[in-house]
């Protein structure tokens, strides 16, 4: 009988201690959680700079007439593991280039004031040669020849390769 008694008392005992280790062990975890004591570390990363080009070829309609405002064909580059939404600011030296011999390039001027981006304005992580329209961006002078009818013209710029300002911004 005396053996039994003992092993009963042992296992008392060992109960016990296992419900006060356990409680604490609760206590401390809700007090650590309660006085934000946690830490953590991470890294903010940095953008490198998404390229806009011009296409090789235009490929939508065209809808440039004189006096009026067109549409313009760029194509984006973003280089980062996040999207990026881009507006227009404004004309950064933009050069034009018609393809037709005797259309004039002094025929064609920038509207960078008006122009908006159409789908997609929000620049995919890692994309690469996005085709992005920009609308109203080119102007056809009101006095330009016949001979610039069914010419494509080609931007370019001398400040950068488009010649248009972007501001760049996340999403």
């Not at 009988?1 to 604490?24: D, E, F, G, N, P």
């Not at 996040?82 to 030296?93: M, R």
């Not at 259309?103 to 004031?113: D, G, I, K």
């Amino acid at each position: 009988m005396k053996l039994h008694s003992w092993t009963r008392r042992r296992k008392i005992t060992v109960l016990a201690t296992t419900l006060v280790l356990a409680t604490t062990s609760v206590a401390l975890a809700a007090w650590l959680v309660s006085t934000n004591n946690g830490r953590g570390r991470g890294k903010v990363a940095t953008l490198d700079a998404p390229t806009v080009s011009s296409p090789a070829a235009f490929t939508g309609a065209g809808n440039l007439t004189p006096g009026q405002t067109g549409d313009v064909q760029v194509l984006v580059t973003n280089p980062n593991n996040a999207a990026l939404a881009f507006v227009i600011a404004g004309d950064n030296g933009m050069t034009f280039t018609p393809t037709a011999g005797s259309c004039p390039a002094s025929a064609f001027s920038a509207n960078p004031v008006g122009a908006t981006t159409s789908t997609p304005a929000l620049i995919p992580a890692n994309a690469v040669n996005l085709a992005v329209t920009l609308h109203g961006l080119i102007k056809l002078a009101a006095t330009a020849p016949d001979a610039c009818q069914g010419s494509e013209v080609a931007i370019g710029g001398t400040n950068s390769a488009t010649g248009i300002l972007v501001n760049w911004t996340t999403p």
